[in-house]
């Protein structure tokens, strides 16, 4: 199959298909069952990876404490993504002013106050404070997927507020975490070969905001902290991360008060998987009817082949 | 098993299990395997039972438009409950001191400005809108399966901030919604009664805000629009409700221009299913090692009876 990238009409081809459902808002759309059913069988083709990895997956919902994204300094890196839960704490005249300001379509969110959660902005940082103390001596191996949010309206059908992220958190020494993420880049090579997405791994950076965050991006890239794996899906030029790999170095042992056997402060990395991502990219890659995909594809996702 | 009441025995021995793992704020947790496998095997037990029931399911993030919650008119019942989503979106004078509040646990809700989009309180609202028009001549069947949030920190374990439902949806005349209501009644009965939960059913009402809403519930009572299907979970004398079947007259018909085959606006009802709240009540009726559980339970629960 040859293909073209024509952004438009890769989304109206996913809406045309019952695959999302807009909602009006850019980034916020519905799943239709097929693609809830690509999902399932990504779900499916990770936990045959890992079969053997001897992992916990725990599930959080779409939120967190606000009391967490304030300790992982959340704020001073990416700011412009965040997602604060504001609720109205007040009496009954109050409430008539706002179901009053709601009715007219007017502003009344300066009628709300902050509450003490805030929209969870990347599946792993609940995982941390659950794991203060002091490791194994193999370090230990969590897995999370949840809701996660980025405030970035968009067009691209790729880039969504309220998103699904599948991760793979490793704690221990450097040497338990870094050879361990090289291995999850093969891995999910190996699975993208399988699964016919054409895809490169590229060293990154985080989208840090402002001119300080150019200089954190910079030092991110020195020392190869992150890669992503990249397969153009929007366009040819702009290919889209899929799968990122990361290295925190000791930053979450620090801030947890997280320790390795031997007494020294623990290092982590995790495995960001881009689960929705990578369901648009196999259908900008094998079409939108599952049921033709290729065998191998399909075996990979569904026990019996069929989605 | 004689089963005695005392809920902060129940949270402490669903922690002790890893069942649940808290945040640190009321209402927000992390869920442990067993739990999801729990959950899961519930979700199965649900989809046997609507085998044949011709639906169709859509899922959704956990947040919708702004304009939507404005247009059902939410904030007049049920403003108490909100959580609406607000995001920075200043320059980078603005992020420095947004960054400082932050780290130092000071106020920074201020700073940030309501976005076009909200928690999702309930998980129908955002199918309504997807089916505008006319309805086929024998109504419409849609499920639904999303996280929702209410702002209402509690300590009971089943008053949580954030928790999955799933719904299922029913389109047509009042002919069409009503008996499914009550079979979908009397099948959660049955389903109870082979997962040894014990249930009673009870005319009920939301839980509207303020003076006005005391007005609004005692009218949903006489007019029997819900009713709730209730297990003493917390304690004997207050039961908790985990499903809901909801009728809603015309309500959605109108607000969203859904027709009737025959032109006459379409009425709705859905039936609300507390999943957590009725895995909740499993590790309380059964205990909390579901390979514990009785054959009956675990046969619907699992295919192969093992959690």
């Known amino acids: 199959m040859s293909i073209t ?28 069952p097929m693609y809830e059913r690509v999902m399932a069988g990504l779900n499916h083709a990770l936990d045959q990876i890992a079969l053997n990895d001897g ?14 994204l ?35 379509h007017e502003p009344w969110g300066e009628m709300l106050v902050q509450s003490d959660v805030v929209m969870s902005p990347a599946a792993c940082y609940s995982i941390y404070p659950l794991f203060k103390g002091t490791l194994p001596a193999d370090g230990r191996t969590v897995g999370v997927n949840n809701w996660v949010y980025r405030h970035e309206p968009s067009a691209e059908p790729t880039r969504m507020m309220a998103f699904r992220m599948r991760e793979f ?8 975490v870094v050879p361990w993420r090289e291995m999850w ?23 840090f905001f402002g001119r300080a965050g150019k200089l954190m991006a910079a030092s991110q890239i020195e020392q190869k ?17 899929l799968v990122s790999f990361n290295y925190h170095q000791s930053k979450f042992g620090e801030l947890f008060d ?3 056997a031997d007494g020294e402060v623990a290092h982590t990395a995790c495995i960001g998987i881009g689960m929705e991502r990578i369901t648009m990219g196999l ?25």
């Open 169 to 176: 958190v490793r704690f221990g020494s450097a040497e338990h």
């Open 225 to 241: 902290l992150k890669f992503e794996l990249m397969v153009p899906i929007n366009s040819l030029e702009s290919p889209t991360a």
């Open 70 to 104: 304030e300790k992982v300094n959340y704020l001073e890196a990416f700011p412009h993504l965040c997602g604060s839960i504001h609720s109205f704490m007040g009496n009954g005249l109050a409430a008539l002013r706002l179901a009053e300001a709601a009715r007219n």
């Open 258 to 260: 997280i320790q390795q």
């Open 185 to 207: 880049l093969n891995r999910f090579k190996a699975l993208f070969d399988t699964l016919q997405l054409p895809a490169h791994a590229e060293v990154a950076s985080d989208p």
């Open 55 to 68: 992992y916990e997956t725990i599930h959080h919902p779409p939120v967190l404490p606000r009391q967490l």
């Open 5 to 32: 990238y024509d952004m438009a009409a890769f989304y109206e081809g996913l809406v045309a298909h019952r695959l999302i459902l807009p909602s009006g808002v850019p980034g916020v759309f519905g799943r239709g």
């Open 283 to 307: 259908f900008k890659h094998l079409g939108f009817d599952p049921r033709a995909w290729p065998e191998a594809a399909r075996r990979t996702l569904w026990t019996d082949g069929q989605p």
